[in-house]
């Protein structure tokens, strides 16, 4: 998802490298849609859900992945909240390697 993302953008961003790609805004957004994507289908999918719910999560998961680069985020929401506690977590564990 993150090439994809990289290779369309409208300003030509260049593929980084392995141990660059996980600090990347765009990485980092991907990692964090991939977990809300894995929590509809673990609650049994989208499909009936409003436009306008969609479109919230989708915003969720922006603040969670710039949560990511600081100590966390600031909301009471815990979807938001546990989407950015995963991501942090495959963060943490990325950069041990």
Known sequence: MTTDLMKEH???????SGNE?????????ALCSVI?????VEGGGQLQTKPERVRNDMVDVNFAAYGTYFDGIMTNDRKMLSIFDEASFVLKEISRR
């Open 21 to 29: 790609m996980p600090n990347t805004f765009i990485f980092r957004f």
């Open 36 to 40: 809300l994507v894995l929590r509809w």
């Open 10 to 16: 409208p300003h030509g961003i260049r593929l980084p």
